[in-house]
Each structure stands twice: as structure tokens, then as C-alpha cells.
T-cell receptor, first 114, second 115 residues
Framework: DAKTTQPPSMDCAEGRAANLPCNHSTISGNEYVYWYRQIHSQGPQYIIHGLKNNETNEMASLIITEDRKSSTLILPHATLRDTAVYYCIVRVHPVMDSSYKLIFGSGTRLLVRP | GAVVSQHPSWVICKSGTSVKIECRSLDFQATTMFWYRQFPKQSLMLMATSNEGSKATYEQGVEKDKFLINHASLTLSTLTVTSAHPEDSSFYIC???????????FGPGTRLTVL
């Protein structure tokens, strides 16, 4: 099962910041928080990831609370092309295996309004 | 980011036939590839993890004899849906990663329709 909970849907106006929350209260100390998004009928696209510090890249910013039990993805100036399902994922390392799995939850459907 | 391709992008087949889907990492060598399935209006469900040169590890509830996975090289993994039935109709997505410390890069997906 996914270790994250997200609101099923959100909307924001074009040009405004979109703030997408995620709860991961059972996260372990060495588990990362990853964000992906999926535009309709396409494969997921990597956005950003972090462990405990806030992170920023050309797409978004990731704010992780000090207790690491929740995080927020921020799209600073949302455009219509940002309409997608956004997935917050805690990266799981299976025991005795060097690879890792991404377990997708239900995600948040973000609608950017003109 | 790195590029992962899938072929075909869509396929329609008759019930009882087998369908092969290819997943390729185009500009990097993928030590691990993953296969997911996504039904309409649902999230991605991990089916199996595939490491080059070894047998795939299937998630609970996924039939390994139904969904054959081959990862013969560092740039190619294949998923064969054997004796496909209408309930196998779905969006199949692969992803690839260079190592356990890198993010997964996803392919564009393959839409399978079984008549």
C-alpha cells in the first residue's frame, strides 16, 4: 500500500502558485519523498525529490516539514499545461535488494483554470 | 532527463493471442526496469521489477506465467502478455533506472485492447 495521502483534487488559476500537500506520517528516516505527475494517457514525469531539506529545481519547489511527516509541492506559476495528476511517493527500499520500488497512491488531480 | 521508449504505443488483439511490449532506455544503461499497469481512472500498479540478466520479481497477485518479462540487455526489457483476454486490456507502462540512487524514468505507455 502507498504510504502517502493526498487530496483527490485541487484547482488553481493560471499564473498563480499551486500548492499540493502530501501526508506521509509513517515515513522512515532514510526514505525519500518523490513527486511525479501524469498528464492524461502519458507516462509519469519526474518532478522533484527530497530527503529532509527543501529542494528547488526548474519545475517546482519541495517543502518538507521538520518532522518529515508531510510535504508540499509548489508550482510557482501554474500554466494550463500543468493540469495533470500529481503523485507524492515515498521511496521504498526492499530488504536484501539494491533496487527500489515506487508505490503510487491515488494522487491529486490538479486543474489549472484559465 | 533520460529517455525511455515503448513499442508499440497501442495494440489491439484477439482474445487468446499473445502480445509483446518492448521497453528501451535510449541514452543510458538501465540496471533495473519496472513494469506497471494502469486501468482507466486508476493509479499505476507495479507489476514486476526486472534486473538485467536475472529473473523478474513479481508483485503479489501478478501471475508470472501470464506476464512474461525478459530483460536480456541493459537497454531492453520486454513484457509478453500470454493468452490475452479482455480483462487484460489496460495501459502498460515501463520505467527504467540507472541505479537504486537515481530516479525512475518512465516510458510513454502502451495501450492494450483485447477484443
Amino acid at each position: 500500500d502507498a504510504k502517502t495521502t493526498q487530496p483527490p483534487s485541487m484547482d488553481c488559476a493560471e499564473g498563480r502558485a499551486a500548492n499540493l500537500p502530501c501526508n506521509h506520517s509513517t515515513i522512515s528516516g532514510n526514505e525519500y519523498v518523490y513527486w511525479y505527475r501524469q498528464i492524461h494517457s502519458q507516462g509519469p514525469q519526474y518532478i522533484i525529490h527530497g530527503l529532509k531539506n527543501n529542494e528547488t529545481n526548474e519545475m517546482a519547489s519541495l517543502i518538507i516539514t521538520e518532522d518529515r511527516k508531510s510535504s508540499t509541492l509548489i508550482l510557482p506559476h501554474a500554466t494550463l499545461r500543468d493540469t495533470a495528476v500529481y503523485y507524492c511517493i515515498v521511496r521504498v527500499h526492499p530488504v536484501m535488494d539494491s533496487s527500489y520500488k515506487l508505490i503510487f497512491g491515488s494522487g491529486t488531480r490538479l486543474l489549472v483554470r484559465p | 532527463g533520460a529517455v525511455v521508449s515503448q513499442h508499440p504505443s497501442w495494440v489491439i488483439c484477439k482474445s487468446g493471442t499473445s502480445v509483446k511490449i518492448e521497453c528501451r532506455s535510449l541514452d543510458f544503461q538501465a540496471t533495473t526496469m519496472f513494469w506497471y499497469r494502469q486501468f482507466p481512472k486508476q493509479s499505476l500498479m507495479l507489476m514486476a521489477t526486472s534486473n538485467e540478466g536475472s529473473k523478474a520479481t513479481y508483485e503479489q497477485g501478478v501471475e508470472k506465467d501470464k506476464f512474461l518479462i525478459n530483460h536480456a540487455s541493459l537497454t531492453l526489457s520486454t513484457l509478453t502478455v500470454t493468452s490475452a483476454h479482455p480483462e487484460d486490456s489496460s495501459f502498460y507502462i515501463c520505467s527504467a533506472t540507472l541505479s537504486s540512487y537515481n530516479e525512475q524514468f518512465f516510458g510513454p505507455g502502451t495501450r492494450l485492447t483485447v477484443l
